[in-house]
């Protein structure tokens, strides 16, 4: 399917009445309340009605999701079965995402309030994509066996670590999930994944359909709850190989001294940013740079790490650029996340909508010239936000330093490239960046001089299932995708033989 079917409110409406939503854990195969009975409320950002009830798991439930995992690791029967077989499973898995793409859409709507336009085209052409990529990846991996002694024999292997532990975000349920699940899966491990409290339906989901696709059950185990008992009790679980999370800088913290605190697995974080959008006067496509510019902090509402919140622009096209993506952030389409053409959709819960706007608040009292948007949320259903830009910012002020994770820009000048670099790097933040010009040289330049883990040239927020996706600095560090994604689930094994 290139396009989906419903085209109207009401066909997806009507989908929602059709549908189970989950209410209970995935361990072993099965859907599985929490042992105490305890649950909470899922309420959805269209109108904050409650749609559901989820398990609120304790430790106890870790442990069994845990244990389950590990027992079904230690069988071998997933993790010594050939890659090849395990590839196809994958690859199963895949078809049947694209075969219930519009009820996983609808769930990734409902949960966190996306645009069900882009949940269907984009949040899930990449979740199948990064899954088949990797299904494809599956038997084309070598070990290695290195050359220069005559009477010896040396054998470089990567084997499986055991069990996965992944804790993932709200602001991408699927993609940033599937960034990690298929590489731990192929490579021969075990999961248990964490998703945030917000937004659980469509990991679950997602699971049962993994064991329709031929994956033994226990092989990937979802457990819903809070991260302060249930992030932590899987943080510190002793049995857990490995901890793979995005999130904030600040769980990301936590879970380091979880992992210090228990048995020292590795802990890959992918964090915050506040990436810095560089436009200097000679744009090889000057109208591009600004619907990009207006796109990279307005789309998923603000809600992304990789959020284009700095905009950098030259003192001389500083008034063109504003202007340009003011106007496109006024004429975007706000409304119901279910309407196929809403554009601009609900912040995921209404604590976040309240904390951005107090950030907003805090920027005009901080004497910034707040040039369109509001410390006010709009009258209508929904915890929605106007998008926001604020000029006359200085790069040390809270605005331009603090990623507030919505959709609030701060516009920076600049006069000449050496100013434009400091601005950029004068971050605790190294993930996403962008520089926009036709001059090869200097593009070749300052994407050596940027210290992040990404560098966009003419562009913004591209990439492919191929390159790796990760950040420095407080941005966190070990990427996802591409064969480099395999490297933190894997641990090598030298063997020696004398001949």
């Known amino acids: 399917m290139s396009h989906p079917t419903r085209t109207d409110l009401s066909a997806w409406l009507d989908l929602w009445n059709h549908t189970d939503l989950p209410t209970a854990m995935w361990i072993d195969g099965e859907y599985r309340a929490a042992r105490g009975g305890a649950s909470a409320a899922l309420v959805t950002p269209r109108d904050g009605g409650e749609i559901a009830r989820l398990p609120l798991a304790a430790e106890a439930d870790v442990d069994d999701a845990v244990r389950g995992a590990r027992t079904v690791f230690e069988k071998g029967i997933w993790s010594k079965l050939p890659p090849r077989e395990r590839g196809e499973v994958l690859l199963r898995w895949a078809d049947l995402l694209e075969q219930h793409r519009d009820e996983i859409a609808l769930l990734v709507s409902l949960e966190m309030g996306k645009p069900i336009s882009d949940a269907w085209a984009i949040e899930l052409r990449t979740t199948i994509g990064v899954i088949r990529w990797y299904g494809e990846l599956a038997d084309k991996l070598m070990d290695e066996s290195p050359r220069g002694r005559e009477g010896s024999v040396a054998l470089v292997t990567r084997e499986p670590l055991g069990v996965v532990a992944a804790i993932t975000p709200w602001n991408f349920p699927m993609t940033l999930a599937i960034f990690k699940l298929p590489a731990a899966l192929v490579a021969g491990n075990t999961v248990v994944l964490k998703p945030a409290s917000q937004s659980p339906l469509s990991a679950l989901r997602v699971a049962e359909l993994a064991v329709q696709a031929g994956m033994p059950a226990g092989v990937l185990q979802v457990i819903t709850g809070s991260g302060p008992v249930t992030g932590a009790a899987l943080a510190l679980h002793q049995d857990i190989a490995t901890l793979t999370f995005t999130g904030s800088t600040e769980v990301g913290k936590q879970l380091l001294h979880y992992a210090g605190d228990s048995n020292a697995k590795p802990v890959w974080l992918e964090l915050g940013g506040k990436s810095p959008n560089i436009i200097f006067p000679d744009a090889p496509d000057m109208a591009e740079a600004i619907r990009t510019a207006a796109w990279a902090i307005s789309f998923n509402s603000g809600q992304m790490c990789t959020a284009g919140s700095r905009l950098v622009v030259h003192e001389d096209v500083r008034d ?85 994770f919505g959709p609030v820009l701060s516009v920076i000048s600049f006069r000449d490239e050496d100013e434009a670099v400091r601005i950029a790097n004068d971050s605790d933040y190294g993930l996403g ?64 033989m004398k001949l």
């Not at 106007?327 to 909508?353: K, W």
Request: proline share 5%; aromatic share 8%.
């Open 320 to 404: 063109q650029v504003v202007e340009g993506v003011v106007s496109h952030l006024r004429s975007l389409r706000m409304g119901d996340p279910l309407d196929p053409n809403t554009e601009f959709g609900p912040l995921a819960s209404s604590r976040h909508r309240d904390d951005v706007l107090r950030e907003v608040a805090k920027g005009i009292d901080s004497g910034a010239t707040l040039v369109t948007g509001s410390a006010d949320a709009p009258d209508r259903p929904g915890w929605f936000v106007d998008p926001v830009v604020f000029t006359n910012v200085d790069n040390s002020d809270r605005l331009a330093q603090h990623e507030i």
């Open 433 to 496: 960046s962008a520089i926009w010009t036709a001059d090869l040289s200097r593009a070749h330049r300052l994407s050596r001089e940027i210290d992040a883990g990404l560098v966009w040239v003419n562009c913004f927020e591209e990439g492919d299932y191929s390159v790796p996706f990760g950040g420095r600095k407080l941005s966190g560090h070990g990427g996802d995708k591409s064969v480099h994604g395999l490297e933190k689930f894997t641990a090598f094994k030298t063997t020696w």
